[in-house]
T-cell receptor, first 115, second 112 residues
Framework: DSGVTQTPKHLITATGQRVTLRCSPR?????VYWYQQSLDQGLQFLIQYYNGEERAKGNILERFSAQQFPDLHSELNLSSLELGDSALYFC??????????????FGPGTRLTVL | GNSVTQMEGPVTLSEEAFLTINCTYTATGYPSLFWYVQYPGEGLQLLLK?????DKGSNKGFEATYRKETTSFHLEKGSVQVSDSAVYFC???????????FGSGTRLSIRP
């Protein structure tokens, strides 16, 4: 158990809908990272937040957005969903900022299925 | 552009066999290189890393050496165990740009 929790574990929705995925980092970790893992695109980094502010942006679509709240939990919002958005979405946390890549703890993921 | 290429899986070996999973990269400058492991039903775990040429990363019996001349970072283990069955990802990171790029992953299955 990494100490990172993600909810829900599974989510099934329809095209055009909007969903919110939630991540609670390990206690004390200031950085949160979001990743998408799909059969088509493989594993991709989406975005990083550090202490409430966006720190790095990867291949995140404009239909997707994220935020990190004062209690450090983070939410990933996916809107106007398409079939291709079906994937496993991972969250990771780190106590580090810029060097957080060296020490990340991954959650179990949320599996999103878009029908 | 920058990219990471891993050997295609799945790779199936018998217990105690020698393992090599090839990883090559295309990049400008001096990225850091990582190997991550994903066990069934779990998120990724950092297995090992190397931040400059000729560095050797090692962990849990796995090793990989950052070879700039061949742009490679092959993962090796001398004697695999059934518990090593997982998907392994090679990754490249530019710290300055905060960009990480993953390979496609290699599924490893170890037979008892």
């Amino acid at each position: 158990d990494s100490g990172v929790t993600q909810t829900p574990k599974h989510l099934i929705t329809a095209t055009g809908q909007r969903v919110t995925l939630r991540c609670s980092p390990r206690s004390g970790d200031l950085s949160v990272y979001w990743y998408q893992q799909s059969l088509d695109q493989g594993l991709q980094f989406l975005i990083q937040y550090y202490n409430g502010e966006e720190r790095a942006k990867g291949n995140i679509l404009e239909r997707f957005s994220a935020q990190q709240f004062p209690d450090l939990h983070s939410e990933l919002n996916l809107s106007s969903l398409e079939l291709g958005d079906s994937a496993l979405y991972f969250c990771a946390s780190s106590p580090l900022g810029d060097r957080g890549w060296d020490e990340q703890f991954f959650g179990p993921g949320t599996r999103l299925t878009v029908l | 552009g920058n990219s990471v290429t891993q050997m295609e899986g799945p790779v199936t070996l018998s217990e105690e066999a020698f393992l090599t999973i090839n990883c090559t990269y295309t990049a400008t400058g001096y990225p850091s290189l990582f190997w991550y492991v994903q066990y069934p039903g779990e998120g990724l775990q950092l297995l090992l890393k190397a931040t400059k040429a000729d560095d050797k990363g090692s962990n849990k019996g796995f090793e990989a050496t950052y070879r700039k001349e061949t742009t490679s970072f092959h993962l090796e283990k001398g004697s695999v165990q059934v518990s090593d069955s997982a998907v392994y990802f090679c990754a490249l990171l530019y710290s300055s740009a905060s960009k990480i790029i993953f390979g496609s992953g290699t599924r490893l299955s170890i037979r008892p």
